[in-house]
């Protein structure tokens, strides 16, 4: 993304007072043009959000369009931005309850919004929407009294571990959506797999798990029990590593 062309339209609602507008008044805005990329990715994937679709929806040529945004690759970043700007982030509470309400609105953004695990999360279109997640898990883990040295550190380890499961998350979703299946439903067509291919020998420990049960429900509450105690170590770690 060219800086120059996507941080005027990030930042579009924060010009400053007074600032001054040129071009004529447009008949549509770039919220629209955001909002109904949006609005198709959900519903059919981020590959169907082509500017051709997206002015088609609007009711508007092609063309007409590049005058709102410059490109697909621009108004992809603005819809991540936008999405991310959605879900609610609460101050109250301790701050390890801050961090699991983050959590658990990440996990949702990414279940409403499965397409953004198909965008790299590595360079991510600075606008008000990375700011805001990045400014409160930033604040929460700082009102640990961590050294503020450490303070990024420890926030970029939180925001990697969720970030890394929502993208998961989102994954299954699109998987869902496009065979049909859930995880749980896509292993028992691969039951005959245990007897016929699985080499318990080679295997030892995964055997002795399943012996005892250690894998526990389905394949989604497997998942939901390895994010809880992953987070609530990392949490405890951060705490520790504070008071020490």
Request: hydrophobic fraction near 40%; avoid cysteine.
């Given at each position: 993304m060219n800086p120059d062309r996507i941080l005027p339209l990030l930042w579009r609602?924060?010009?400053?007072?007074?600032?001054?507008?040129?071009g004529r008044r447009p008949g549509l805005s770039v919220d629209a043009v955001i909002d109904a990329g949006i609005a198709i990715a959900d519903a059919e994937g981020l590959a169907a959000a082509s500017m051709a679709k997206v002015a088609a929806r609007l009711g508007v040529g092609t063309m007409t369009l590049y005058t709102y945004v410059p490109s697909r690759t621009e108004l992809v970043g603005l819809m991540v931005d936008?999405?991310?700007?959605?879900?609610?982030?609460?101050?109250e509470g301790s701050w390890q309850d801050r961090i699991l309400g983050y959590a658990e609105s990440t996990l949702t953004t990414y279940r409403k919004h499965p397409w953004l695990s198909r965008v790299p999360a590595v360079r991510p279109p600075l606008g008000p929407g990375?700011?805001?997640?990045?400014?409160?898990?930033?604040?929460?883990v700082a009102s640990t009294g961590l050294p503020l040295t450490r303070v990024n550190e420890a926030a970029n380890a939180i925001a990697m571990f969720v970030t890394s499961a929502a993208r998961q998350e989102g994954e299954n979703e699109i998987?869902?959506?496009?065979?049909?299946l859930s995880n749980d439903a896509w292993w028992l067509a691969r039951s005959?797999?245990?007897e016929e291919w699985f080499d318990a020998e080679e295997h030892p420990t995964m055997t002795r798990l399943w012996h005892a049960d250690g894998y526990g429900g389905g394949?989604?509450?497997?998942?939901?029990?390895?994010f809880a105690y992953g987070l609530r170590l990392l949490l405890n770690g951060i705490a520790a590593d504070a008071g020490a």
């Open positions: 609602g924060n010009r400053p007072a007074g600032a001054a507008r040129t936008q999405v991310l700007r959605s879900p609610e982030l609460s101050g990375t700011f805001r997640s990045k400014e409160f898990v930033l604040a929460a998987l869902r959506r496009e065979s049909g005959g797999f245990w394949t989604e509450e497997q998942a939901a029990a390895a």
